[in-house]
Nanobody, 123 residues
Framework: QVQLVESGGGLVQAGASLRLSCAAS????????MGWFRQAPGKEREFVAAINRNPGSTYYADFVKGRFTISRDSGKNTVYLQMNSLKPEDTAVYYC????????????????WGQGTQVSVSS
């Protein structure tokens, strides 16, 4: 079992930055690829970014490339999502997930999820 707890969400204005954190506990999180997804009201959960097991290749959705950065601190068992130049369309609940699959962009491949953290961006 892996437990994931997200934090760092909030209400910001367009153009601002936020850093989300996902703290993992339980089975060694370094055995899993970690991903961030988001879900807006009335929409399906969608892929945002992922970081693979060591050496830690990263993957991004096209709509966040150049604005968001995913990273992991294995010593702290924590994954981060640095979000810059936020837009109102980034408003959603952001979820952290852990997967043993190589298909890190697929929601269905994730084994564990956190409870989510709300990000709201005003115009």
């Amino acid at each position: 079992q892996v437990q994931l707890v997200e934090s760092g969400g909030g209400l910001v204005q367009a153009g601002a930055s936020l850093r989300l954190s996902c703290a993992a506990s339980g089975r060694t999180s370094s055995n899993y690829a970690m991903g961030w997804f988001r879900q807006a009201p009335g929409k399906e959960r969608e892929f945002v970014a992922a970081i693979n097991r060591n050496p830690g290749s990263t993957y991004y959705a096209d709509f966040v490339k150049g604005r968001f950065t995913i990273s992991r601190d294995s010593g702290k068992n924590t994954v981060y999502l640095q979000m810059n130049s936020l837009k109102p369309e980034d408003t959603a609940v952001y979820y952290c997930g852990a997967t043993s699959s190589w298909f890190v962009k697929r929601v269905q491949g994730y084994d564990y999820w956190g409870q989510g953290t709300q990000v709201s961006v005003s115009s």
